[in-house]
């Protein structure tokens, strides 16, 4: 897993845990919500099916009775009438399906479904009194085409018949019979196949017998079916018509019957205010849980916002521009655009505030965010990241254009202070667009934070400048920084493999021309890169704190050489090591040298201690205890580069020094050449004198700043005039000779 990916699931992660406690919330709620919706439609569909269910079961009851009835009558005429006088429609088939009989219209759907019905019937239908068992018979349940519900009108006529009004109807009926010899119906009968003149009239012996049939049924079979199917005297109701298959294996037969399930309106009444007050109660829960939710996501919104927020200028900070940036970038609408990724840095913020006070410089920074709202689209990106900068994400059209917008932002920017400008430097690295072939992973897996080092990069290449300005990171910066990632990887094995050499360049009396010290200077040479000068990787281990590492190895290593000439006889003469401000942040550093030398077993007064000017501006107590303690060890402590700052004097006042290194400008240009640089040199030599100390002129090339440097009484001569920097083997040569001529 790149480092990348590892950077996006934490802030991933810490973004989720501000949302865990609303979503949490919100599964709790839906959860329950879905749970409560079910029971409610269970139980409505429960309640309602036990209605139909109910109703239902009289009906199918009823048609299986008139079924029965029918299957023991013998004769057409006879048990036709039978079905004729049932009061409901019905289709009398053969066992094949075939059309026979049919009363009412055929209003049959295609949907089948069964039905369980647990009824009552005797073992024997001759001999009720033996007593009624129980039994199961499966029906076969047919939707009707119009799926409607008849809801009657009037005044009671179209009340429906119970099971004992309607044989006393049939009784009626046969009463007649016996005066006409004819059935006589109120509803229309089609005769089917195979029917004739005859099957219009039955005799009188059927009709009797039929009716005694009928006063020795069980009356207490009768008095159920009525209380099922009868409505008494509640008009308000509502039917539904279902189809019912029942065989008759005794015919070979089958009798459709059209039933009208009937549900009365105070029973529906009941269910609904129940299904009410049970929706209420469902509302009152998913209210509360409602609430519970908007309180937390609430909540996490505040908490989201808490954690995108910059305290200084009430806006959004480095998190949240880094969280939005990648959103923005690894959208697939955006993967055509280019932009610009900028490092806008407010130069000379701290001696802004130092000059003035915190608070005003803070009250600076929120000025400068809200100008930058005032010129950032509402679809760019901008926040404060840093104590004195901001980064933005800015769509990016053509150079020229955005160069224009630019200038215009550090105008407004430069204005914000009245009577005074305000300096701005604007870093800016590109992020083009993807080009034909190109995945879209690679916008997808952009390093926001790479990215936006890269335009701190450009910034910084900047530094020094006191005027408002912008850099672009172009193909020279590409460059450094892959040469910084070189050298930065490669550091440590070049100094295990031994790959940095010392160089030393003598120092001599520019009046005696003999040899009286030298400085160690480090080269590089690598396999890959072959040799390298001091300036190709020395900045970049003070940047990235291996000059440390250096500062050891170049001591352990001058050391060793210094007892190995000892040892071989030589004449040997101090010699100099830089040691670098980094390390006087270490309140043991006098101890680590000393213990450095002892253990390469060379003598303390043969190596010098060089400190630059530079290093005299950080703990002044610190520093002046350290020297203290390298002098009492027995080491020279020397200052170089005097003049190249602004305090050389007062530090002259307060550290013990030995050596003063006087800085090479003094004898370049036209300085050298004039009567005030001269009387600068001059008296910068009798003010060292004065302080017994030695002074060492370096950067000395022409013979005449040798005589000049002579005749003040300088007492060394460090340059090119004398010597380069040499190899150690070659400065072993200049040690055997112990002087120079000069010149070369």
Not at 23 to 48: D, E, K, N, R, Y
Not at 191 to 199: I, L, P, T, V
Not at 573 to 582: D, F, I
Request: hydrophobic share 40%; glycine share 6%; proline share 2%.
């Amino acid at each position: 897993m790149t480092d990348l990916t590892k950077r996006k699931k934490k802030r991933k992660k810490l973004l989720k845990s501000k949302k865990a406690g609303a979503i949490a919330g919100l599964i709790v709620c839906l959860i329950l919500i879905s749970l409560i919706v079910g029971m409610f439609f269970l139980m409505s569909s429960m309640t309602g099916q036990l209605q139909i269910d109910t109703r239902l079961t009289g009906e199918i009851d009823k048609a299986a009775y008139i079924a029965r009835t029918y299957a023991t009558v013998s004769g057409k005429k006879e048990s036709y009438y039978v079905l004729d006088q049932c009061g409901m429609s019905y289709i009398l088939t053969d066992e094949n399906d075939q059309y026979i009989r049919q009363q009412g219209e055929d209003t049959r759907g295609k949907r089948h479904s069964t039905y369980l019905l647990t009824t009552s019937a005797s073992n024997d239908d001759d001999k009720l009194t033996d007593g009624e068992l129980l039994n199961r018979y499966t029906y076969e349940i047919i939707d009707d085409k119009k799926s409607y519900i008849v809801r009657p009108a009037g005044d009671g006529d179209d009340i429906e018949l119970d099971d004992m009004e309607l044989i006393k109807h049939m009784f009626q009926n046969f009463d007649k019979l016996y005066e006409d010899e004819e059935i006589q119906t109120d509803v229309s009968v089609t005769a089917g196949e195979g029917s004739s003149g005859e099957e219009k009239g039955f005799s009188s012996g059927f009709a009797n017998g039929f009716k005694d049939g009928f006063e020795g049924k069980n009356n207490e079979e009768l008095d159920r079916i009525s209380k099922v199917a009868t409505l008494k005297n509640d008009r308000s109701f509502m039917q539904m018509p279902i189809w019912v298959k029942i065989e008759i294996p005794d015919k070979g037969q089958i009798v459709y019957f059209r039933l009208m399930v009937t549900t009365r309106m105070k029973d529906l009444i009941g269910i609904f205010v129940m299904l009410i007050l049970f929706a209420a109660i469902i509302g009152l829960i998913m209210l509360t849980f409602f609430i519970i939710f908007i309180r937390g996501l609430l909540r996490a919104r505040k908490m989201r916002n808490l954690l995108f927020t910059d305290i200084k200028v009430d806006g959004h900070n480095w998190l949240w521009f880094v969280y939005y940036a990648e959103n923005k970038l690894s959208r697939r609408v955006n993967a055509k655009k280019d932009f610009a990724l900028i490092d806008l840095e407010f130069v000379g913020y701290r001696r802004f505030c130092a000059c003035n006070s915190v608070d005003e410089g803070e009250a600076k920074l929120v000025e400068v965010y809200n100008t930058l709202k005032r010129y950032v689209n509402k679809k760019e990106l901008f926040a404060h990241c840093s104590e004195d900068s901001f980064a933005l994400l800015l769509d990016f059209t053509d150079v020229e254009s955005f160069r224009q917008r630019i200038g215009v932002i550090l105008g407004a920017l430069s204005e914000i202070e009245k009577g005074s400008s305000l300096a701005f430097h604007a870093g800016i690295y590109p992020i083009k667009a993807l080009e034909k072939g190109e995945s879209f992973s690679m916008r997808k897996n952009e390093d926001i934070e790479k990215d936006f080092n890269n335009a701190c990069a450009a910034c910084a290449s900047m530094a020094g400048s006191e005027s408002s300005g912008y850099a672009l990171y172009d193909d020279k910066l590409i460059e450094d920084q892959r040469w910084i990632e070189t050298v930065s990887q490669k550091q440590q094995k070049a100094l295990d493999n031994e790959e940095f050499l010392v160089y030393y360049q003598p120092k001599y009396d520019p009046r005696s021309h003999e040899l009286r010290g030298a400085e160690a200077l480090i080269r590089w040479q690598s396999p890959e890169h072959g040799f390298l000068s001091p300036y190709k990787f020395i900045p970049i281990f003070e940047s990235n704190g291996f000059i440390t590492e250096i500062d050891h190895y170049m001591i352990s290593h001058v050391a060793r050489d210094q007892k190995r000439w000892l040892d071989a006889g030589m004449k040997c003469v101090p010699v100099s090591v830089n040691v670098s401000r980094a390390h006087f942040i270490e309140s043991d550093l006098a101890e680590q040298i000393r213990d450095i030398v002892d253990k390469e077993g060379a003598p303390h007064h043969l190596i010098e201690i060089e400190l630059t000017e530079s290093a005299f501006f950080d703990d002044k107590n610190a520093m002046v205890e350290t020297i203290s303690r390298l002098k009492s060890y027995g080491f020279a402590v020397s200052m170089d580069d005097f003049g190249s700052g602004y305090s050389s004097l007062n530090s002259l006042k307060d550290m013990p020094l030995d050596v003063l290194k006087l800085d090479a400008e003094f004898f370049r240009g036209e300085a050298a050449d004039t009567e005030r640089g001269e009387v600068v040199v001059s008296e910068a030599i009798k003010l060292a004198k004065s302080l017994n100390m030695r002074t060492v002129a370096e950067g000395v090339e022409i013979k005449e700043q040798v005589d000049f440097l002579a005749a003040q009484g300088c007492d060394m001569i460090q340059g090119y005039y004398f010597a380069k920097p040499m190899p150690a083997q070659d400065y072993e040569q200049r040690m055997i000779t112990g002087r120079s001529d000069g010149g070369q």
